[in-house]
């Protein structure tokens, strides 16, 4: 353990850590081409949410061609790979995330043709591309669910979803109680009297993966985008795939989500479940005839130990660490966080991810200067007033938490805007909402379009750059300052920040393991890597000493004294 000697006074420093090699002692920047088949362990990528990025048509609506357009804006960023959220064919009745068809492009939003230009173009520029996949559902018009309700009971095209008969004496009550994430029951009753399961919007029929033709079609979409390019995939809900369908069907008495810790590990119904691992050593079989291996990353909402499972070598390489994002900003839980985080991860061979921000969540711009235990969706139905986020001390924190996360072992993932800090767009008029939470919560639940709003490339325009047009959800005037073209070269910019941030961390990485620094101030975070470089992070609200050493990077300036403010994070040479 490196050593830091609590400093008697206030202004004090206290003890550095070992000091770093000289800069011609480096390694060689790590290898992210596709020579190297272990380039997702420490990579940085960045989600594109394809129609709030750039539309390049005009129609209001983003699109591939808008992506593959300002590709050199990522490039420029200094990211290794991007992962694009479905582009599929869909009625949006989830973002996107109800796929008509897993294989094609939506028409608004482009062609494969236009895919297959994207993924040259990224491979052009040095970008590792990820795409999702949804397997835990379809859309409710993909030929097969239109099949199954045209086919009957007992039909087997209704055998590929989930239907059943409800309770009742007329069959007029669901078949259990188990509820949706969206809100009410997770049963959907049709004309014929059955009922069929949707963990998620009732236009998502969850498909049944006890039948092998549901299990051969996903091997078949895995290898249409490897075959196209594509360098991994992101898993939507993987741990819902298989459910205990056994009967009768179990109640749970519960919430779903608040059961899953109320049972024995893997004996949930519906989550979590030890038999979806035989589908992922299935698809590390599929993944790994590529050369090199195409990668894949788990979206697990399951505990640490349970979540890196879904990491093992011959499952799906990675996990997202919902624990972090999670984390209230205190430097004791964040502490808690990583070090078990990156205990999980090595003990399955895997490597750590971090994650702030995504489209399901709060922009952590402004999430994460709530006061802890506030309840966000009231937040957001306050329109952000109550409490209200004051933007500049928010930014800080963001940038705190940035360059903190950027520092860790493991793969970050960065989600878009946030390198222009972009906070929570909290008050779009409710008018405007077309996130199904919504409705299917009976307008309680304000949704997720505040992480969605396009994106702002320029100071002025109808959609400030994003297109031609206008933007599906209305952006605020204060894009304008956020705006990339604001920021462009502005020293000092959050977009200048982000740049610096992975040059330096590409030249400083090298292996997968932090030494903790002992005795730092209270609020304070402090380690070195695996090659001596040091990142220090106050978490306090009060300034405290600077470690001697070379700063490399700071996330705000220093005060005049030379200390680290509050809300501020450090890199040390």
């Not at 999702?132 to 993909?142: A, M, Y």
């Not at 188990?178 to 029951?185: C, D, E, L």
């Not at 499972?309 to 994002?325: G, I, K, S, T, V």
């Amino acid at each position: 353990m490196t050593d830091f000697v609590p400093a008697p006074e206030a202004d004090q420093p206290f003890a550095p850590t070992s000091a770093v090699a000289p800069e011609a002692g480096r390694p060689p920047a790590p290898d992210f081409s596709a020579r190297n088949p272990d380039w997702w362990r420490q990579a940085v990528v960045y989600q594109v949410y394809p129609r709030s990025f750039a539309d390049a048509d005009g129609d209001g609506l983003g699109d591939l061609r808008g992506v593959t357009e300002r590709l050199p804006h990522l490039a420029a960023l200094g990211v290794d790979a991007l992962w694009l959220s479905p582009f599929y064919p869909s009625e949006l009745a989830d973002g996107g995330y109800d796929v008509i068809d897993p294989r094609d492009v939506d028409p608004r939003l482009g062609s494969l043709d236009d895919f297959d230009a994207l993924a040259a173009e990224a491979h052009r520029l040095g970008l590792k591309v990820i795409v999702d996949i949804v397997p835990n559902h379809t859309s409710h018009l993909h030929v097969w669910f239109q099949e199954a309700l045209a086919a009957g009971p007992g039909s087997p095209a209704r055998d590929r979803y989930v239907f059943r008969d409800g309770r009742g004496a007329h069959g007029e009550l669901p078949p259990t109680d188990w509820q949706s994430v969206f809100g009410g029951s997770a049963w959907q009753r049709v004309p014929d009297g059955q009922w069929y399961l949707h963990l998620f919007a009732r236009e998502q029929p969850d498909l049944n993966w006890d039948h092998d033709e549901i299990r051969e079609d996903v091997r078949t979409t895995l290898r249409f985008w490897s075959d196209r390019g594509v360098d991994g995939f992101r898993v939507d809900v993987a741990h819902a795939l298989v459910k205990d369908l056994s009967e009768p069907l179990r109640d749970l008495g519960l919430d779903g989500e608040d059961a899953l810790t109320a049972v024995p590990p893997g004996t949930h119904p519906f989550y979590d479940r030890d038999e979806v691992h035989e589908i992922y050593r299935d698809w590390r079989r599929v993944l790994d005839s590529y050369s090199p291996p195409r990668t894949a990353v788990a979206e697990a909402w399951v505990p640490g130990a349970r979540r890196a499972l879904y990491a093992r070598p011959d499952e799906l390489n990675q996990a997202f660490n919902f624990e972090y994002l999670q984390a209230a900003w205190d430097a004791e839980t964040i502490r808690e966080v990583i070090t078990s985080s990156l205990a999980e991860a090595r003990a399955v061979g895997a490597s750590a991810t971090w994650v702030l921000s995504n489209h399901d969540v709060v922009r952590h711009a402004s999430r994460l200067m709530l006061p802890p235990g506030t309840d966000e969706n009231a937040w957001l139905l306050a329109d952000g007033h109550a409490p209200h986020v004051d933007e500049e001390a928010s930014l800080r924190r963001a940038r705190a938490a940035t360059l903190l996360m950027l520092a860790l072992p493991g793969s970050s993932y960065v989600y878009q805007g946030e390198e222009l800090g972009l906070p929570e767009v909290a008050d779009l008029p409710v008018q405007v909402l077309q996130d199904p939470l919504w409705e299917q919560s009976g307008r309680v639940r304000k949704g997720r379009d505040g992480s969605r709003v396009p994106l702002p490339w320029t100071t002025t325009g109808p959609s400030y750059g994003f297109g031609a047009g206008g933007a599906w959800l209305p952006q605020p005037e204060s894009f304008a300052r956020y705006a990339v073209q604001a920021q462009d070269g502005v020293d000092g910019s959050t977009l200048e920040l982000y740049r610096t941030a992975l040059r330096l961390r590409r030249k400083l990485l090298d292996g997968e393991d932090l030494t903790w620094a002992e005795g730092t101030p209270p609020g304070v975070l402090a380690f070195a890597r695996s090659d001596g470089w040091r990142c220090v992070a106050n978490l306090s609200d009060v300034p405290v000493p600077c470690p001697p050493g070379e700063v490399l990077l700071s996330s705000a300036p220093p005060d005049g004294d030379g200390r680290i403010g509050p809300d501020t994070t450090v890199w040390l040479a």
